[in-house]
């Protein structure tokens, strides 16, 4: 089995097997005209990272479901990176995770049992480490492996964050650098050194835990996690759907450094060039910025990304303390911050 790669069973690997924003847009439209539910706090009316239902005692039950085909060769860190992915989406809403099911999709006639035992090994090592049971789930025989979680959360309803409720003035924090999709891709292309596939596997296995005690501030306005869209897609969502614009500073944006090893030797996902072509005409770049590295760390489709922050100036000290707290003190300056809309939704600077 240690020389199954999984990732030569699927045409794609983690949130770069999102569908294009464009086409996704064109996916959701519907004349069917929904019934007004009150209690629903966040659905379909907005690009946010979970569901929102208030349970009417002052605490909102949050539900997700994420799901996407390997984009490590090891079946047990395949079950890690998926459920670390899924689980991010409740912390994004400034959530803590209750449980988590399961959901597979296995190719029983290529791939042996026995590693998709090993993906729900993996799954069950990420909901210990968030303090959750894996309850259950569905498995489904499928012509490519696929694995995730549907996961439901909890929140006090004052600390439930959305990403569409930024203020003009907020600064921006990233909890995590950029630059995974393009690695994914070095490693399924067999072109990733050893060192930079642990590194690889360290990121995307880490939770996004921050986000609950993040979620107390006050002061942060909106907060989301940047995966598929790449960063340059998701804080167009904040800051479009915020009906504000965005200034991001290139040179202050978190990258990874051997990112920049594979992106030289022009290796990338696909999904860089669907996000770019969904969002460059409301990109604009100022003086100084590398804009063809740009292009390629951007839009890059990120996994089980970093925070996305909007927090209002007067609350900087208390987002620094918690990212502080949780050993993120590497990611606790400013990345940019929310303007009034202009011409160009995001504006990239290099200060």
Same mark, same amino acid.
């Given at each position: 089995?240690?020389? *199954?790669?999984?990732t030569q069973y699927s045409h794609g690997g983690g949130c770069g097997c999102? $569908?294009?924003?464009?086409?996704?847009?064109?996916?959701?439209?519907?004349?069917?005209?929904?019934?007004?539910?009150?209690?629903?706090?966040?659905?379909?009316?907005?690009?946010?990272?979970?569901?929102?239902?208030?349970?009417?005692?002052?605490?909102? /039950?949050?539900?997700?479901?994420?799901?996407?085909?390997?984009?490590?060769?090891?079946?047990?860190?395949?079950?890690?990176?998926?459920?670390?992915?899924?689980?991010?989406?409740?912390?994004?809403?400034?959530?803590?995770?209750?449980?988590?099911?399961? *959901?597979? !999709?296995? &190719?029983?006639?290529? /791939?042996?049992?026995?590693?998709?035992?090993?993906?729900?090994?993996?799954?069950?090592?990420?909901? /210990?480490?968030?303090?959750?049971?894996?309850?259950?789930?569905?498995?489904?025989?499928? &012509?490519?492996?696929? =694995?995730?979680?549907?996961?439901?959360?909890?929140?006090?309803?004052?600390?439930?964050?959305?990403?569409?409720?930024?203020?003009?003035?907020? /600064?921006?924090?990233?909890?995590?650098?950029?630059?995974?999709?393009?690695?994914?891709?070095?490693?399924?292309?067999?072109?990733?050194?050893?060192?930079?596939?642990?590194?690889?596997?360290?990121?995307?296995?880490?939770?996004?835990?921050?986000?609950?005690?993040?979620?107390? $501030?006050?002061?942060?306005?909106?907060?989301?996690?940047?995966?598929? =869209?790449?960063?340059?897609?998701?804080?167009?969502?904040?800051?479009?759907?915020?009906?504000?614009?965005?200034?991001?500073?290139?040179?202050?944006?978190? *990258?990874?450094?051997?990112?920049?090893?594979?992106?030289?030797?022009? *290796?990338? &996902?696909?999904?860089? =060039?669907?996000?770019?072509?969904?969002?460059?005409?409301?990109?604009?770049?100022?003086?100084?910025?590398?804009?063809?590295?740009?292009?390629?760390?951007?839009?890059? &489709?990120?996994?089980?990304?970093?925070?996305?922050?909007?927090?209002?100036?007067?609350?900087?000290?208390?987002?620094?303390?918690?990212?502080?707290?949780?050993?993120? !003190?590497? =990611?606790?300056?400013?990345?940019?911050?929310?303007?009034?809309?202009?011409?160009?939704? $995001?504006?990239?600077?290099?200060?």
């Open positions: 089995m240690s020389e *199954i790669r999984l999102k $569908i294009s924003p464009a086409v996704l847009s064109n996916i959701l439209k519907t004349a069917v005209v929904a019934p007004d539910y009150p209690a629903l706090l966040v659905g379909n009316a907005s690009n946010d990272d979970a569901a929102a239902y208030d349970l009417g005692n002052g605490t909102a /039950l949050i539900s997700t479901t994420d799901f996407f085909m390997p984009i490590v060769d090891d079946a047990y860190a395949f079950g890690q990176i998926a459920s670390a992915n899924s689980i991010s989406d409740v912390y994004a809403m400034g959530g803590k995770p209750l449980m988590a099911i399961a *959901i597979l !999709g296995w &190719p029983v006639e290529k /791939l042996p049992a026995e590693l998709a035992q090993r993906v729900l090994e993996g799954a069950r090592s990420i909901c /210990l480490e968030a303090g959750i049971p894996l309850a259950g789930g569905h498995s489904i025989d499928s &012509p490519e492996p696929i =694995f995730g979680l549907a996961v439901t959360g909890l929140v006090d309803l004052p600390n439930l964050k959305r990403n569409n409720t930024a203020q003009e003035g907020d /600064l921006l924090f990233l909890t995590k650098p950029i630059g995974v999709g393009i690695l994914a891709t070095a490693s399924k292309r067999e072109k990733i050194s050893a060192e930079h596939l642990e590194q690889l596997i360290k990121q995307l296995t880490t939770l996004n835990k921050a986000g609950e005690a993040l979620g107390k $501030i006050a002061g942060v306005h909106a907060m989301t996690d940047v995966t598929g =869209f790449g960063l340059i897609g998701h804080l167009m969502e904040m800051a479009q759907g915020s009906g504000l614009g965005a200034e991001l500073d290139y040179g202050k944006t978190p *990258i990874l450094e051997s990112a920049r090893v594979y992106q030289q030797q022009k *290796i990338g &996902p696909d999904a860089t =060039f669907r996000n770019w072509n969904s969002y460059s005409s409301q990109v604009g770049f100022g003086p100084g910025v590398n804009v063809m590295e740009a292009f390629h760390l951007l839009p890059d &489709p990120q996994t089980n990304g970093g925070l996305l922050i909007a927090a209002a100036p007067t609350a900087v000290a208390e987002v620094q303390a918690v990212l502080e707290s949780f050993g993120l !003190g590497a =990611f606790a300056q400013p990345i940019g911050r929310l303007t009034a809309a202009g011409e160009k939704t $995001i504006q990239v600077i290099n200060s």
